[in-house]
C-alpha cells in the first residue's frame, strides 16, 4: 500500500515543480526543447526549470551495457513526447533487469498507475509510515538530482579549479561534487611522454553521508571535504556485502583535517549492497557511495592508488588554459623554497614553514635538522601535481613530487601542506606520501 500511495506521487511532485523557474546550468548549454505543438503533449516534465532533452554525451557507456542513468532519462524523454506506452515498456524492461533499482521500480509503479487514467488524489500521497515517507522523499531527490545533471555537464575543455598542476605522468583525478551528488572521471588522453590531456571520461551519480558533508568527529555520519588520495584498493571478496563490488580507501584524516583536530577513519569510495542499485543521496555513514557497475568502472583501472580525490560542496569549472594563471602566484613561491633548499639559504628556508607545521605529532623544532639536512645543491624534483583547497577557514595547497636529494641516491615521493598565511604561503606539514 506504501508503494501505491507513492507511486502517483512523483507526477503530482514533478509538475508542481515543473512550475518553477530555476536555471541550474553550470557549464553546459541548456538542451534545446522541441518545437511545441499546437496541443501540449501529455507529458512534458521539468524539474527546477530543467525540461527534459538529450543528455550531452559525456559518459562513456561500458560496452555492452546501458547505464542505468541512461535509461531512466530515456524514459523522462518519451514520456516528454507523448509516448506513454512506450515508456511504460522501457520502465517495464529496467524494472526488469535491475529489480533492486529503487527509482526505477517507482517509475515503473508510477506509469503504471497513469495508465488506469485515474486521477490524482493528493490527500492519497500521505503515508501512515514515516520509513516510507522518507524513502520516497529520498527517491525524488534522487530523480530531480539526476535530470539536474542534464545541464550541469562540465563545458568542454575545462576543468575543477583546484587542479592547479599535474605531471604529464597522471593517469587520472576523481573531483566529486556533493551537492549535485556527482563523481566526475578525469582521465590524461594524451600518449606517454606527450603533454597532458586530462578530459572528462565519466559523470556518475553518487550518495555521501546520511548527515550531509564536512566530516568532524568519529561517527557524525559526515562526508569529509578536502584534497585525498586513494591509498589502496580492497575487493569484493574481502568485504563484507555492505561495500559492493570494491572499496577504495582515502587518506582521511589527511593534514590539513589533523591540524583542524577532526577525528575519524575508515573513509573510502565504494559500492552498493546487493540489495540495493545504488543508496539514497544522504545515505553513507560518511563514505562515497557508486553503483556496483560504477565501482567495478574505476576500481580495475591501472594506477588507481595514489589517485588525487577531490571533495568539494561545488566545484568550480574554468577553461583549462586559465588554469596555469590561477597557479602562478604559487609556484613562485614553491620554485622560491627549492631555490633556498639548493643554495643553502636556511634563514630564508626557514622563513617557508610555518609555526603550526607538524609531522608525526612533533613540531618544527624536532624536524629543522632534517629539514637543513636536506638543503643540498643535487635536488631534483620531479613528477610534480598541485593540487588547491578553499574554504572559509584556510587556503591549502596539496604538493606531491618525486625527489632525489643526490645523484644516484632513491627517489623518494614526498607530500606537502601549504597553507595561506598573512598573505605569505607557509609550509605545516611535509613527509613521505
Not at 52 to 57: C, D, L, N, R
Not at 138 to 163: F, Q
Not at 317 to 327: E, N, T
Not at 356 to 367: E, P, V
Request: proline share 6%; charged share 25%.
Amino acid at each position: 500500500m506504501a508503494w501505491g500511495a507513492l507511486a502517483v506521487a512523483l507526477i503530482a511532485t514533478a509538475a508542481w515543480l515543473g512550475t518553477r523557474n530555476v536555471d541550474g546550468r553550470m557549464g553546459a548549454e541548456l538542451p534545446p526543447a522541441k518545437t511545441v505543438a499546437a496541443k501540449p503533449p501529455p507529458w512534458n516534465l521539468a524539474v527546477d526549470g530543467i525540461v527534459v532533452g538529450s543528455k550531452p554525451a559525456v559518459v562513456q557507456q561500458r560496452k555492452g551495457f546501458q547505464d542505468a542513468e541512461e535509461r531512466v532519462i530515456e524514459i523522462y524523454q518519451t514520456l516528454r513526447d507523448g509516448r506513454r506506452a512506450q515508456a511504460l515498456t522501457l520502465a517495464e524492461s529496467l524494472a526488469t533487469d535491475l529489480p533492486n533499482f529503487q527509482l526505477g521500480r517507482l517509475l515503473y509503479a508510477d506509469l503504471l498507475s497513469v495508465s488506469t487514467n485515474q486521477p490524482i488524489d493528493l490527500k492519497s500521497l500521505t503515508s501512515a509510515s514515516s520509513d516510507a515517507s522518507s524513502n520516497f522523499k529520498s527517491l525524488i531527490e534522487e530523480s530531480r538530482l539526476r535530470l539536474k545533471a542534464l545541464t550541469e555537464v562540465p563545458a568542454p575543455g575545462t576543468l575543477p579549479d583546484n587542479l592547479l598542476t599535474l605531471p604529464d605522468s597522471t593517469r587520472h583525478v576523481i573531483a566529486v561534487d556533493t551537492s549535485r551528488s556527482r563523481l566526475y572521471w578525469l582521465i590524461n588522453q594524451a600518449k606517454p611522454g606527450k603533454p597532458l590531456d586530462l578530459v572528462l571520461q565519466k559523470d556518475l551519480y553518487i550518495s555521501v553521508g546520511r548527515n550531509g558533508v564536512e566530516k568532524q568527529i568519529e561517527g557524525d555520519g559526515r562526508t569529509p571535504l578536502g584534497v585525498y588520495t586513494i591509498t589502496s584498493k580492497l575487493n569484493d571478496e574481502a568485504l563484507p556485502d555492505l561495500y559492493g563490488r570494491g572499496a577504495l580507501p582515502l587518506n582521511y584524516p589527511n593534514a590539513l583535517d589533523i591540524l583542524r583536530g577532526k577525528t575519524g577513519s575508515g573513509i573510502w569510495l565504494h559500492g552498493t549492497p546487493s540489495e540495493q542499485y545504488v543508496r539514497a543521496p544522504l545515505a553513507s555513514d560518511g563514505c562515497v557511495v557508486l553503483s556496483n557497475p560504477d565501482i567495478a568502472s574505476i576500481f580495475g583501472e591501472p594506477g588507481i592508488v595514489g589517485t588525487s580525490v577531490v571533495i568539494s560542496p561545488e566545484l568550480n569549472w574554468v577553461k583549462r588554459d586559465a588554469i596555469p594563471d590561477l597557479g602562478a602566484t604559487f609556484r613562485a613561491r614553491f620554485d622560491e623554497w627549492l631555490a633556498n633548499r639548493r643554495g643553502g639559504d636556511l634563514a630564508k628556508l626557514r622563513d617557508t614553514y610555518s609555526d603550526d607545521f607538524f609531522r608525526k605529532g612533533k613540531k618544527l623544532a624536532h624536524w629543522w635538522p632534517t629539514i637543513k639536512g636536506e638543503a643540498v645543491s643535487t635536488i631534483k624534483i620531479s613528477d610534480l601535481s598541485m593540487v588547491k583547497w578553499a574554504d572559509q577557514k584556510d587556503e591549502v595547497v596539496v604538493v606531491n613530487f618525486a625527489e632525489q636529494l643526490k645523484p644516484r641516491a632513491r627517489v623518494a615521493r614526498k607530500r606537502q601542506y601549504w597553507r595561506l598565511e598573512q598573505g605569505e604561503w607557509k609550509i605545516f606539514y611535509e613527509g613521505n606520501a
